[in-house]
T-cell receptor, first 118, second 111 residues
């Protein structure tokens, strides 16, 4: 089945530093990928839609200058948390529809990245 | 805006007992998806329901989509310890837009 990988799985950083998270589709092309944030014991919150070859679409309330998204190829999207602060600590998960479709389609999720900002 | 409410938030059962989680939307949905997230893991797609009144089964799991396409349920018969995890529903409104996740139901199973 469709596989989505994420790297790193865990990262601990100091406040003020930037952290890059990679999301790769391993056996299919993904023109669209989605980035979610999940707080402990909470649901998934869609942050943004990553579009290959064009700008990402951010959800209301998500700062685009804070969470930089780059979809450089059909198999790779990156999320950079700039100038991270403790309140950015969370579980970040990416997903992709294997058919290259919309967020309405079945989503295959990456394993997630747990970010801890000290 | 569109909201998807899921209950209960937590459910503790003895192994062998049944379990049900319910999902209700404030608006009519065009489809609903169910995901399972094991502790420490990521959501894994279980199923998608599209038709009004649709019922689908996967071994001990039964998924239903309401006639009005505003609610859905997941029922697990004779739970096992491997069923432990959080079950999320995610719905898409008729007007399009993004998938909205419910709050999830965390299931724990006592052996």
């Amino acid at each position: 089945g469709a596989v989505v990988s994420q790297h790193p799985s865990r990262v601990i950083c100091k406040s003020g530093t930037s952290v890059k998270i990679e999301c790769r589709s391993l056996d299919f092309q993904a023109t669209t990928m989605f980035w979610y944030r999940q707080f402990p014991k909470k649901s998934l919150m869609l942050m943004a839609t990553s579009n290959e070859g064009s700008k990402a679409t951010y959800e209301q309330g998500v700062e685009k200058d804070k969470f930089l998204i780059n979809h450089a190829s059909l198999t790779l999207s990156t999320l950079t948390v700039t100038s991270a602060h403790p309140e950015d600590s969370s579980f970040y998960i990416c997903s992709a529809p294997p058919g290259g479709g919309a967020v309405t389609d079945t989503q295959y999720f990456g394993p997630g990245t747990r970010l801890t900002v000290l | 805006g569109q909201q998807v409410m899921q209950i209960p938030q937590y459910q503790h059962v003895q192994e062998g007992e049944d379990f049900t989680t319910y999902c209700n939307s404030s608006t009519t949905l065009s489809n609903i998806q169910w995901y399972k997230q094991r502790p420490g893991g990521h959501p894994v797609f279980l199923i998608q329901l599209v038709k009004s009144g649709e019922v689908k089964k996967q071994k001990r799991l039964t998924f239903q989509f309401g006639e009005a396409k505003k609610n859905s349920s997941l029922h697990i018969t004779a739970t096992q310890t491997t069923d432990v995890g959080t079950y999320f529903c995610a719905g898409l409104g008729n007007q399009g837009g993004k998938l909205i996740f419910g709050q999830g139901t965390e299931l724990s199973v006592k052996p």
